[in-house]
């Protein structure tokens, strides 16, 4: 047992602001509710049900894969259709991540750029798509090693 008294402590030392902890004095809410209305996902889609659509990708970043023996990167992408509505996907295979590599690549110097303060070499990358949404139509061959691979058209 401790001589150091319940009351009174927090008086005598003030407790340390914790800039992580949430109020719990108010009611939960729903993480899916709350970040749709924060940062909207949309419904995941997987990319099989995307062959032959076509969409605009508005937001993607790589992610490395842990799902076979040989490390792979595919892309998580956040998405449009045509008529505006949000969804998500993920999208691999070595045709489709060599074209959003390249997109990445271009996003990183534009970024580059406009942390520089470099004006003009923003501009000349905006004047070549960097940073802009990226239209495309997911295709799917049955050619190849597997039973197929994706490809952007």
Request: charged letters at 25%; aromatic letters at 10%.
């Amino acid at each position: 047992m401790s001589d150091i008294p319940d009351s009174g402590v927090v008086a005598l030392v003030p407790v340390r602001t914790n800039p992580y902890r949430l109020n719990t004095n108010l009611a939960p809410v729903d993480w899916k509710r709350l970040r749709e209305a924060v940062d909207p996902q949309g419904e995941h889609i997987p990319a099989r049900n995307l062959v032959d659509c076509a969409f605009v990708i508005d937001e993607f970043r790589p992610v490395e894969s842990t799902l076979t023996a040989e490390p792979g990167v595919f892309y998580w992408c956040r998405c449009h259709d045509q008529d505006g509505k949000v969804f998500n996907t993920t999208l691999g295979g070595r045709a489709v991540v060599v074209v959003l590599e390249s997109f990445d690549r271009l996003r990183a110097a534009y970024k580059d750029a406009q942390a520089l303060g470099d004006t003009a070499r923003t501009q000349e990358l905006e004047k070549v798509g960097a940073n802009a949404p990226i239209a495309l139509t997911l295709r799917f061959s049955t050619q190849g090693k597997y039973s197929g691979y994706y490809y952007l058209d």
